[in-house]
C-alpha cells in the first residue's frame, strides 16, 4: 500500500495583528524548518511529533507482517511538513504555495491507496476562516472521494463540519501539556489501515455551544482530568473511539469552539459517545474557570508565599497571555514591572523576546552595563517597555536542547539570546531572546547556570505547556493576568463571527 503523508500546522490568533508570512513556515524554531520529501522522515525521527507517530505505525505494521512472512507493507510517499510559530492569520500567499506543494506532490505520487496529514485544526487564513477544511477541499479536487484521507490534530482544533466530512478520520491530542503528539498521529496511521483493510467505520460530530479559555483546559486537573478518563474507558484502542477538541479561544472564526468526535463501526455507537462526552462537558461549564490574577495581587501572594514558607519551593507566576505559543509577542513587561516594582527578589524571569535588546548586549558583552527599554515594543494594549539600566550576566547563541518530556532531546533556535538583571535589582534575573518562543522546558534557564529549585520566583510566558516540566519544581502556580495578545479574559475579546448561540467568557 502506498501512503502519502504530509504536515501543515499553524495555530491562528486572529486577534494578534502581524499576519503569518511563507517564510515563517520555512523557518527553524521549537520545530524543524520545512522539509521536502525525504527529509519528512529523517528530520522528525525521535520527535515528540505527529507525523513521527505516523511513520513509527506505518513501519511497525510493516515489521509485524514481515516477520511472518506475508509481503503486506507499506511504501510511505513524504511530501512535505511545515509549521510556523502561532500568530496572526496566515497569509493567502503562504497558504496558497504550501496546499500546492501538496496537492501537486499528491498528484506527482501516481497510485495511492491513502493519505496521512498532520494538521493543528486551527488556522484561520486571509480568505478562508477554516484552513485545514479549504485545503482538504483541495485535495479532495485531485483525488476524489475514494481515497481515504486520515487526519491528526491539535487539542486545540475547532473542528469544522467540512473537517469531518472531507477526512475520513480525524484523531486528536488527548493532553495539555500536549505529550502524546505522537501517539495521536500513531493512532490515525493505524485507523487509515484499518479502514484500508475494510473496516466498517461511523462517525458522529457535535460542537459545543461555549468557548473554554485555555488556562482551564489543563488535562492534569478537573474538570478536563476527569472527562478524558472516562474518554479513555468507553473507547476501546482501535475501531471505536471518542475525541475531545476543546478549541482555540483566540480564533475570531464562526467554528470557534470545543467539538467532540467519535468513530466506530456503526453510528449508533458513534452518536452514543459523542452524546455521552458531550453531557458531560455540557455540566461541567462552570468548572472551566480560568483563575487569572492582576500582576500586583499575583506577585503580592509569591511574595507572601515565600516569607511565610522560607526555603519552600519556588511560586511559578504564568504570564499566561503573553505566550508565544498561542500567538503572544513574548515581549509584554507588565510582569516585570510588577515584580520589580515589589521589590522581588530570587526571582527569574524568562523569556522576554527583543531583538534590538539582544543585539546590544552582545555588541556590549557580558559584565557590561546597557541603558535600554526591554520588551514592550509590539504595541499590545496597556504594555510599554521596561527602562532600565541593566547588567548583562551571559551571553548565549539561542541554540537551546530541550530537557523536559514535552519536547525532550529537541532543538529551539531561538536567535542571539542573554541574561541580564536591572541594576540595584541584582536577584532579578531576566533572559531574553532574539525570536519568541513559549517558555516551556527548564533548559531556557539551566543553559545560563541557574538553579531553579534555589528561586523563590519563577516566572514565566506560558499558559499550559510549562506545567509538564515546571510543575514538580513549584509549591504554587498562579495564572497571571498582565498584557498580551492571548486574552484569557474571553468576556473583554471583541469577537465578530462566532456563531449564534455561542457563550464565552463569565
Ligand atoms: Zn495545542
Redesign the pocket.
Known amino acids: 500500500m502506498r501512503i502519502a503523508i504530509a504536515g501543515f500546522q499553524h495555530?491562528t490568533n486572529t486577534f494578534a495583528p502581524k499576519p503569518t508570512k511563507y517564510d515563517d513556515f520555512v523557518m527553524t524554531d521549537s520545530w524543524p524548518g520545512m522539509l521536502h520529501g525525504d527529509m519528512v522522515m529523517s528530520e522528525t525521527r525521535g520527535m515528540n511529533l505527529p507525523i513521527t507517530g505516523a511513520i513509527n505505525s506505518a513501519e511497525a505494521f510493516t515489521d509485524h507482517h514481515q516477520d511472518r512472512g506475508q509481503d503486506r507493507c507499506i511504501d510511505l510517499i513524504p511530501l512535505l511538513w511545515c509549521s510556523a510559530e502561532p500568530g496572526g492569520y496566515v497569509s493567502d500567499d503562504a497558504f496558497d504555495r504550501i496546499a500546492s506543494m501538496i496537492c501537486d506532490g499528491i498528484l506527482a505520487s501516481g497510485q495511492i491507496d491513502g493519505i496521512y496529514l498532520d494538521l493543528h485544526g486551527a488556522m484561520v487564513t486571509a480568505s478562508h476562516f477554516d484552513g485545514e477544511g479549504e485545503l482538504l477541499r483541495r485535495i479532495r479536487a485531485v483525488i476524489g472521494d475514494n481515497i481515504p484521507i486520515a487526519v491528526s490534530l491539535?487539542?486545540?482544533a475547532n473542528v469544522t463540519h467540512e473537517m469531518v466530512n472531507y477526512a475520513n478520520l480525524i484523531t486528536i491530542y488527548r493532553t495539555?501539556p500536549?505529550l502524546d503528539m505522537a501517539a495521536t498521529g500513531g493512532r490515525a496511521m493505524d485507523g487509515l489501515l484499518d479502514i484500508l483493510s475494510d473496516a466498517e467505520i461511523s462517525h458522529a460530530f457535535r460542537q459545543i455551544p461555549f468557548l473554554i479559555p485555555l488556562p482551564a483546559q489543563y488535562t492534569g486537573a478537573d474538570p478536563c482530568l476527569s472527562i478524558y478518563k472516562h474518554m479513555s474507558q468507553i473507547s476501546s484502542d482501535r475501531g471505536a473511539f471518542v475525541e475531545w477538541a476543546m478549541g482555540f479561544s483566540a480564533s475570531d472564526i464562526p467554528d470557534c469552539g470545543p467539538s467532540v468526535l467519535a468513530y466506530a463501526p456503526s453510528s449508533e455507537r458513534a452518536d452514543a459517545m459523542v452524546a455521552d462526552i458531550c453531557d458531560r462537558i455540557m455540566a461541567a461549564e462552570a468548572d472551566f474557570d480560568p483563575m487569572l490574577i492582576d500582576p500586583e495581587p499575583a506577585v503580592q501572594i509569591a511574595l507572601n508565599s515565600s516569607s511565610d514558607n522560607p526555603g519552600a519551593k519556588p511560586v511559578v507566576l504564568a504570564d499566561v497571555q503573553d505566550n508565544p505559543g498561542a500567538g503572544g509577542s513574548g515581549d509584554t513587561a507588565g510582569l516585570l514591572k510588577a515584580l520589580y516594582h515589589a521589590g522581588a527578589e530570587g526571582v527569574v524571569c524568562g523569556i522576554i523576546s527583543d531583538p534590538d535588546f539582544t543585539q546590544m548586549a552582545h555588541q556590549a558583552g557580558i559584565g557590561a552595563h546597557i541603558k535600554a527599554g526591554l520588551g514592550g515594543k509590539s504595541g499590545v494594549a496597556d504594555d510599554t517597555p521596561f527602562e532600565a539600566e541593566f547588567i548583562i550576566h551571559a551571553l548565549h547563541d539561542g541554540i537551546f536542547t530541550y530537557t523536559g518530556e514535552m519536547y525532550g532531546g529537541g532543538i529551539a533556535e531561538i536567535g542571539d539570546s542573554c541574561l541580564v538583571s536591572p541594576v540595584g535589582a541584582a536577584d532579578i534575573k531576566i533572559v531574553v531572546s532574539t525570536y519568541r518562543t513559549q517558555c516551556l522546558d527548564q533548559c531556557f534557564f539551566t543553559s545560563f547556570g541557574i538553579d531553579l529549585t534555589a528561586t523563590r520566583i519563577i516566572a514565566l510566558k506560558s499558559t499550559v505547556h510549562f506545567r509538564a516540566d515546571f510543575e514538580s519544581l513549584a509549591s504554587q502556580i498562579i495564572h497571571v493576568a498582565a498584557p498580551g495578545l492571548f486574552e484569557c479574559r474571553l468576556e473583554r475579546l471583541p469577537y465578530q463571527h462566532l456563531r449564534g448561540g455561542m457563550r464565552w467568557g463569565k
Open positions: 495555530e491539535d487539542l486545540h495539555y500536549h
